[in-house]
């Protein structure tokens, strides 16, 4: 028989492989041993285990035999880590759950809510909707006095409804919740309860992404605006900094139905509600809107600093989404597009890096609306046409002050711009571009007006050109050696 104390040197050994061993000051050598077994509630982060197969650590030890599982229970550290199965008769008993909340002491846990994937049926449906909302009633009961401890909280939603009930709980506060993941099912209809809660669907499926599941937040289509309306906002501290919102919805199955898809006024309301929202990515989502309707700017704000990615959206979309949020309620760090058809926004796109990147354009010419309307620093054209390009450079070489009444910028605070895969761009239009924003820069700097003014129509300092390169003339070859502290060829 190996001895306690050996077999606790394994535990530690298998136990230390399941985490990369650092915290918030930096990298750990070695875990010390109060963090173990003492009271050290340093933050921790758990690697990237297969939960579902068959059984991550500590819980497949812990299932070898009576005497391994009490050994395992004098070490807290061990369940920081709580794996939880919601659905069928191979749930995690709640009596399990209620003892490994004990065992990790007041120590900050990880909780995941997981759904085994061999308990849904052909087509995606639950078998005992009753007994699953009877359990998840219970597993609240149990965590609730703990939501305190909620270092991060992951929950499996794909193909489980009952889950929803986790929101009820949304008045209590994660003091110490610096991450949220959900996995959410795909609701094809909409019906809804008298609560406004998803009351179920003819049919789901499950989300057809690639994107890692781990690191991203998905939500069904008809259930968004109610499950964010309460949750997590409410269950982080109002003071806490650390925690952060990454919210991806990625080619969704198609709706049953034309028509149906994701309502996107509801959509900004709900990631706009909150200060934590960082980064937000669309990609091939079937979003519905309707013309005209009030722009929501009392939940739309506090988009400081949020990176935002729409890919391959219907048309229009990226054009509502910009006026949904209007430049008065929405500054973003870097907004992207990609392979989107667009058009010209009623308002200004306020973002300090602008990317278009292989976009629809009916003509070179129905570019130039959209980039007048943006207000930024740093403008990037990947994989954009040539004649695209031509006319861009030739809107920033003609540009004048802007139109308050067309909320157009003209690109007035353009310093950098990058070009990537654009073709045979002419190099002259680059070159009277840049010459022109020199101009206008000294001509600015010469005025009589504030310190803050002058900030706008700044030279191009910087010109980053990858990919093919335009043909030069000998005048353009001089230019271009004369101004190589500002232009790149790469």
């Not at 009753?130 to 359990?135: C, F, I, L, N, V």
């Not at 929405?330 to 292989?358: K, M, W």
């Amino acid at each position: 028989m190996i001895p306690p104390e050996t077999l606790l040197m394994i535990f530690e050994l298998v136990f230390e492989a399941s985490i990369p061993l650092y915290d918030r000051a930096g990298l750990v050598q070695e875990l010390p041993e109060e963090m173990l077994y003492g009271g050290d509630n340093r933050a921790l982060y758990w690697g990237d285990d297969d939960l579902q197969s068959p059984a991550p650590f500590p819980f497949a030890l812990s299932a070898v035999c009576t005497a391994w599982r009490d050994l395992m229970s004098t070490v807290p550290m061990f369940w920081t880590r709580l794996v939880i199965f919601v659905g069928g008769p191979d749930a995690t008993p709640i009596r399990d759950v209620r003892q490994y909340l004990q065992w990790s002491r007041q120590l900050s846990v990880s909780v995941h809510i997981l759904n085994r994937s061999e308990y849904l049926n052909s087509t995606g449906t639950h078998v005992d909707h009753a007994r699953d909302q009877e359990y998840v009633r219970e597993l609240m009961d149990v965590l609730a006095p703990h939501f305190h401890r909620l270092q991060l909280l992951t929950c499996d939603l794909l193909g489980c409804p009952e889950l929803a009930g986790l929101l009820e709980a949304g008045h209590r506060r994660g003091s110490r919740l610096a991450g949220l993941t959900v996995v959410c099912e795909y609701l094809v209809t909409a019906p809804h309860d008298a609560d406004g809660g998803p009351a179920g669907a003819k049919e789901m499926h499950r989300n057809s992404s690639k994107v890692d599941r781990s690191k991203v937040l998905f939500i069904s289509a008809s259930s968004l605006a109610w499950f964010l309306d309460r949750f997590p906002y409410d269950w982080v501290d109002g003071e806490s900094d650390d925690f952060r919102l990454d919210f991806t919805l990625s080619d969704p199955p198609p709706p049953l139905n034309e028509g149906e898809g994701v309502d996107l006024h509801n959509l900004i309301e709900c990631l706009g509600g909150g200060v934590f929202t960082t980064t937000v990515w669309l990609c091939n989502v079937p979003l519905t809107w309707q013309q005209h309707d009030p722009v929501h700017q009392s939940l739309a704000y506090d988009w400081h600093d949020a990176d935002m990615v729409v890919e391959e959206l219907p048309p229009g979309a990226v054009e509502e989404i910009i006026d949904c949020l209007d430049d008065t309620v929405a500054f973003f760090h870097s907004f992207e597009v990609v392979r989107c058809p667009i058009g010209e926004p009623h308002y200004a796109l306020l973002s300090e890096r602008l990317v278009l990147d292989g976009l629809i354009v009916p003509g070179p010419t129905h570019l130039v609306p959209f980039v007048r309307h943006w207000d930024g620093k740093e403008l990037e054209m990947r994989n954009c046409p040539a004649a695209a390009v031509d006319a861009v450079l030739d809107m920033v070489a003609a540009a004048d002050d802007e139109n308050e009444e067309t909320n157009e910028t003209n690109a007035m605070r353009l310093r950098t711009l990058r070009l990537r895969d654009c073709g045979a761009f002419s190099f002259a239009k680059l070159r009277r571009a840049v010459d022109a924003r020199d101009a206008k820069a000294q001509a600015q700097r010469r005025k009589p007006v504030p310190e803050w003014e002058q900030m706008r129509w700044p030279p191009l300092s910087s010109i980053v050109i990858q990919g093919q390169h335009p043909t030069l003339s000998a005048d353009d070859a001089a230019w271009a050696r004369e101004n190589r502290h500002r232009c790149l060829w790469v």
